[in-house]
């Protein structure tokens, strides 16, 4: 799968390197596999794992399923070593809209790279729909340096690693021909409606003597590269020619356009500088090694960042391998110009041809000849044996703390996510603490979960009436709840300082809210929300007179008069005509049902008019029984009408005066004491005498 073909040989020469270096450890999740040649997700709980003969397999808690994915062999030509099914890549957007891409060398003569999208079935997310759409065609003039890569950048374009065409020392010069695919990195959209686009930015997309897909030039062989999960950085493991293995890498963001060097440099090392720029001209490695068998290997196999949380030691280290030696290197930036490696694992089984990560961005890997897929973890004996937590007092309080015992009494380094760096946490608040543990040789992460203290709410008991009158109240009670040694009522978001008790009544307008405190002096969370409205009374009536008429403001709803404090039910307007002295008083009710203060109490005194005295009438019997008459015959000027009222003023006869002669039938009367009035036509009263009725 590399630049060389690798025989039983070099497996039996493997075993007899020792394991003593190691600082992870690696465990099989799969076997049975047919020369697994990479790994992909699909931002699920699934690994599909390439099959160099065309098919493509799906682990799924930790079992791998029977069905096959995607069965391509009838496509796939995988008779040569660096041959088959090479790169898959699932779109960005796959959970909705299904599409993936595929790398694999055709069948055709001469045979030649198709990258090919396909859509997973819609009715069994373990199945694809055998049905591609090609998007590129690429001719191979040999069988190997085939690249076979795919990835989606954090921009969303998908990236092609395209390998130099192959046989020894880029015969050809594609690699730096800017009118070959061929050892390059390219980019293209496959959001477009066509088969592909090229994005606007592509670095040559203006420039007629390259081809427009290219993304950078001067590549041998970029078996696998990968894209850093946290910040989109590029870096790829590109293979060497014979001597020098290479790692090459690009922050997110560049602009493309770079030229790796081959076929004028290997590594940092000049090869074959015929008709090559000057050394400024290209992008030298941030990383090589020496290609030998007995050493360091001799075939780079491209990794990953590790972005992972199961083994904090290596965040954020590039993690690779050499093909040949089974050697796992991770390398980290020691300054801004230079990087370091460190040895962490020697592989003795198999070829690793391929590392992929999980979606939680956990490390595997395939080896080959094994048919075998193996998890990266970290190999480190601390261990957290328990936590003492203590949770908040109160839900707001910061007076938590956590104590963590471990099986190493060694000084150990602590890395909390609040920043702190000490063995304890004190005085923090409930949530999610994470620690990052270690000594002199690895690191751990714990997570400690600190359970926010349960808040109370406070209650309020429905109200009997939210809208009162200011010579009213509402009262508003406290639900009950448990041990509340302190009630807060609050007014608009403001503290009421003289409402303390569990019932209050409130005579102001505004919105009302309780918060209570209980033993523990925790504050509760605050009640729902209740509006009170609090109306004005009436301005207090003036009483005004007119003769025998008393007269209070117009335009209320209602008005109460009152004779000596008592309320005379039939005095329900504004106008009330007195039939007996005594002092009265008003108060009036408004659209707000409010009523207001009584109005100050005027005394009234009725008088007969002197023109009629007692003796032209004649008014009789008095008592009466049932007949009432009354003689006017003597007066000289006859009167309009006549009324009766009872004691309490209400009318009961009001009636035209016809003949100087009147009889009135009281049979349905009650007994009691009646006032006769005598109106002119104006409606003035000008004669009121009382009669008994027995």
């Not at 040569?80 to 898959?88: A, C, F, S």
């Not at 990052?436 to 429905?462: H, Q, R, V, W, Y």
């Not at 207001?596 to 019997?621: C, G, H, L, R």
Request: proline fraction near 3%; aromatic fraction near 12%.
């Amino acid at each position: 799968m590399r630049s060389r073909t690798w025989g039983v040989a070099y497996l039996m020469f493997c075993v007899f390197f020792v394991n003593g270096q190691n600082s992870i450890k690696v465990t099989k999740i799969a076997a049975g596999l047919s020369i697994p040649v990479d790994i992909a997700h699909c931002n699920d709980d699934r690994i599909f794992i390439l099959q160099k003969a065309g098919k493509i397999r799906i682990l799924q808690n930790g079992k791998l399923l029977d069905s096959t994915f995607l069965d391509i062999t009838d496509k796939v030509n995988s008779r040569g070593n660096e041959q088959g099914l090479l790169g898959l890549a699932f779109h960005p957007d796959y959970k909705n809209n299904g599409f993936f891409f595929v790398n694999y060398i055709d069948k055709s003569s001469p045979a030649q790279t198709i990258v090919a999208k396909y859509k997973v079935s819609s009715i069994d997310s373990n199945r694809a729909v055998n049905t591609e759409t090609v998007l590129l065609k690429i001719t191979q003039p040999f069988t190997n340096h085939n690249g076979g890569c795919l990835k989606f950048g954090k921009d969303g374009y998908l990236y092609i690693g395209m390998g130099d065409g192959g046989s020894s020392g880029d015969p050809n010069n594609n690699a730096q021909n800017p009118k070959e695919l061929l050892g390059k990195m390219l980019r293209i959209d496959v959001n477009s409606d066509s088969t592909y686009a090229i994005p606007s930015s592509n670095p040559f997309i203006n420039n007629n003597n390259y081809r427009p897909e290219i993304w950078s030039v001067g590549l041998r062989n970029p078996w696998r590269f990968s894209f850093d999960r946290l910040n989109g950085d590029l870096w790829i493991g590109d293979v060497g020619q014979g001597d020098w293995e290479e790692v090459d890498y690009e922050t997110f963001g560049s602009k493309g356009g770079v030229n790796y060097g081959w076929r004028c440099y290997e590594g940092n090392h000049n090869y074959n500088v015929t008709n090559c720029n000057a050394k400024q001209n290209y992008t030298f490695p941030i990383h090589e090694y020496f290609s030998d068998q007995t050493k360091d290997g001799c075939s780079i196999t491209g990794g990953y960042v590790y972005r992972g949380f199961q083994n904090p030691t290596y965040f954020g280290k590039y993690i690779f391998a050499d093909y040949c030696s089974g050697k796992i290197w991770w390398l980290e930036k020691a300054t801004d110009t230079t990087y370091t490696s460190k040895q962490i694992y020697k592989f003795l089984s198999n070829q690793i041809s391929s590392f992929g990560e999980d979606v939680n961005g956990e490390l595997y890997f395939t080896a080959i000849a094994e048919g075998a897929l193996y998890k990266i973890s970290q190999d480190c004996n601390l261990k957290v044996l328990s936590r003492d937590i203590k949770s908040p007092l109160c839900a707001e309080d910061n007076n938590a703390s956590v104590r963590l015992t471990l099986n190493d009494t060694t000084v150990l380094n602590y890395n909390w996510s609040n920043g702190s760096r000490n063995a304890e946490l004190n005085n923090i608040g409930s949530g999610t603490y994470f620690v990052t543990i270690s000594n002199s040789t690895c690191s751990i992460l714990d997570t400690i979960g600190i359970k926010e203290t349960p808040k109370k709410k406070a209650c309020l008991t429905p109200v009997f009436q939210s809208i009162v009158c200011a010579n009213d109240s509402a009262l508003l009670i406290a639900c009950d709840l448990p041990i509340a040694l302190q009630y807060i009522w609050k007014r608009d978001g403001v503290i009421i300082p003289d409402l303390a008790s569990k019932r209050v009544a409130v005579r102001e307008s505004g919105i009302y809210q309780l918060q209570i405190k209980d033993e523990n002096d925790c504050l509760s969370e605050g009640s729902d929300s209740l509006k009170i409205t609090v109306h004005p009374l009436p301005k207090t009536p003036v009483i005004s007179i007119s003769k025998d008429t008393l007269i209070g403001p117009a335009n209320y709803s209602s008005y109460r008069w009152f004779k000596l404090g008592n309320f005379i039910a039939s005095g329900i307007s504004n106008k009330f005509v007195v039939i007996s002295e005594g002092d009265y008083c008003l108060t009036v009710v408004d659209s707000n049902h409010c009523e207001s203060e009584k109005s100050n109490n005027v005394k009234y005194i009725v008088a007969k008019n002197d023109i009629y005295a007692q003796s032209k009438i004649d008014f009789y019997p008095n008592p009466i029984s049932d007949i009432l008459i009354v003689d006017l015959s003597k007066l000289e000027i006859m009167p309009s009408r006549f009324q009766i009222f009872d004691s309490d003023g209400n009318g009961i006869i009001d009636q035209t005066i016809v003949g100087k002669l009147i009889q009135i039938n009281l049979k349905t009367l009650s007994k009691g004491l009646f006032v006769f009035r005598l109106l002119d036509r104006s409606g003035e009263a000008i004669y009121i005498d009382k009669f008994l009725k027995i």
